[in-house]
């Protein structure tokens, strides 16, 4: 797939994207929050949500996957994304955690009201004036077929296959959410291919608020499992296949951590 970056700034709530200063940095996949590299060996926690931080600086992020899901469902490959929070509520742990660490409010990137990202459908609405493809096109999928399950702390069993595709194949995705499922979704260079859908996704709510078997939850998880399988592993050309539970990022980071990676780089 050819990478697509954005190329000038775009607010989307509590985030700015922006495009990398350099072109030639777009070699792969890659997404930057606030300095921190999205890659699966920077994830420190995922269970209910997933943060990553800099092993060198320190820095850590929360709520990534509400950045990193939505970005890759509309089709941006690569950015450098800035939290611009400048108000703790210390009602949200988040909050609470950053401003232990000595970190601003601006480390939380997730949307107070736990939507994935309703403010990037006004970019879905104008992405030729904001999103260019590069003439680089890299193939990023699984170097073997990966089934990982566990178990959350409510003994409900997870299981999730990840498994490669060829070359400019795209992802598909079969979600199931306890009594709720998607099936054959397909994303590509183009991001997720249906468009209603999408829209869906990103106005949708956190299963934690709103409980697990409401359909808006099924829409939310699929935004989750995008940014914890297709973010953080900068995939392109997979299949997957996945039971959530509840704790479900334990269950796709696990996944992803445990990947063993293969890519395939053309006109770079």
Known sequence: ?????????????NILIMPFTNIEDIKEPRIIINDVEAIPENAVKHDARVDIMDPNTRKRCFLVEH?????????????????????????????RFAYSLGLGPEFVVGEEDGTQRPG??????????????????????VAREVIYENIDPFGYKGRIVISPRNPGEGITL?????????????????????KELLKRILRA????????????????????????????GG?????????LNFFYHALTVGA???????????EC
């Open 120 to 141: 990037l459908e006004a970019l879905v609405n104008q992405m030729s004036d904001y999103v260019v493809k590069t003439k680089c096109k890299v193939y990023k999928s």
């Open 256 to 266: 992803i951590k445990k990947a063993q990676f293969v890519k395939e780089v053309e």
């Open 235 to 243: 995939l392109t050309d997979v299949a997957v296949s996945v039971e």
């Open 67 to 95: 950045v990193l899901g939505p970005l890759r469902l509309v089709g941006i490959t690569n950015a450098k994304v800035s939290g611009v929070d400048k108000v703790w509520n210390f009602l949200r742990p988040e909050h």
């Open 1 to 13: 797939m050819r990478l697509t970056t954005i190329v000038k700034p775009f607010q989307a709530g």
């Open 205 to 232: 709510r956190t299963p934690y608020l709103i409980g697990l078997e409401a359909e808006e939850a099924l829409h939310h998880a699929v935004g989750d499992v995008v940014a914890d399988i297709v973010g953080l």
């Open 174 to 194: 079969n979600v199931r959410l306890f009594k709720n499922s998607l099936e054959n979704l397909l994303i590509t260079e183009d991001g997720l291919q249906d």
